[in-house]
């Protein structure tokens, strides 16, 4: 156990300096670490959280499908997707095949405080928010955890069952969720 009960989570937040009606918060009830986390090299960044008790879903709390492979179409974010190659003229020698980059254009980009963020495409989460820009620069792209690298070990680990592609329905019963290893 990694400081479990340290941890809280906060579903159905749009501000989560606000009291919002719509928040639960619950302490984590058990943490799992990739047992190949790398914290110098960024590498791995990635753990599964175990809520103690079942979560009730609502129109501000609602699961999220997993990407359980890389798409042969090109998908459309709001922040554009940078090859890692690109990216790696950016972070050099700490990006590898379990990450992507989005573009940091317009300040649209990860900040301070958002690891481990989703992000989502069509429904699917196919990343983590693991890190970018210490200064939140402008033009410096953010760097998510490649959901479907880890889906092999995010099975074993919550003992999802696969139905029609999606995770989420034995998850409930287990209450894990997705985060980095910060």
Known sequence: MHKAKLVEVVLGAHDIRKNETSQFHVTCEDITVHPEWNYQKLEND?????????????KYISPV???TSVSNVLNQVNVPILENERCKSFYEDIINNSH????????KGGCNGDSGGPLVVDGHQVGIVSFGSNRCTKGYPTVFTRVTEFADWISKNSN????EGRCFEHLLKHIWLLLVGS
């Open 65 to 67: 499908s997993l990407a």
């Open 100 to 107: 992507i980059c989005t573009s940091g254009v317009e300040l």
């Open 160 to 163: 999802c069952l696969e139905v």
């Open 46 to 58: 990635i753990a599964l959280i175990k809520l103690p008790q079942p979560v009730t879903l609502n």
